[in-house]
Nanobody, 119 residues
Framework: QVDLVESGGGLVQTGASLRLSCTAS??????KGWFRQAPGKDREFVAA????????HYGDSMKGRVTISRDIAENTVYLQMTNLQPDDTAVYYC??????????????WGQGTQVTVSS
């Protein structure tokens, strides 16, 4: 079993930065990642990181404005977001997987944290 708890969401203004955190408990997994889902839209891949070697993989939607990182000792994955825009408003989900990150296939999910960007 893998439990994921996100934090760090909130209401910010256009152009702001925000860092999301996700702390995992339970058994270890090969990788962790972040997805987002805006109202009325499909869930969208944002970024993923391989836990042992730190390799990263980014989706196109936020590429260049996000950085994924991890703290192995704290079993926590971070998503640093910059220059946020109203279109970035969504629920952001942390996820974990035993597959390689380029497959973007994740089996474990957190409850999500809301990010709202005001114009």
């Amino acid at each position: 079993q893998v439990d994921l708890v996100e934090s760090g969401g909130g209401l910010v203004q256009t152009g702001a930065s925000l860092r999301l955190s996700c702390t995992a408990s339970g058994r270890s997994t090969y990788a962790k990642g972040w997805f987002r889902q805006a109202p009325g839209k499909d869930r969208e891949f944002v970024a993923a990181i391989s836990w042992l070697n730190g390799n990263t993989h980014y989706g196109d939607s936020m590429k260049g404005r996000v950085t994924i990182s991890r703290d192995i000792a704290e079993n926590t994955v971070y998503l640093q977001m910059t220059n946020l825009q109203p279109d970035d408003t969504a629920v952001y989900y942390c996820a974990a997987t035993d597959f390689v990150i380029v497959r973007r296939q994740f089996d474990y999910w957190g409850q999500g944290t809301q990010v709202t960007v005001s114009s």
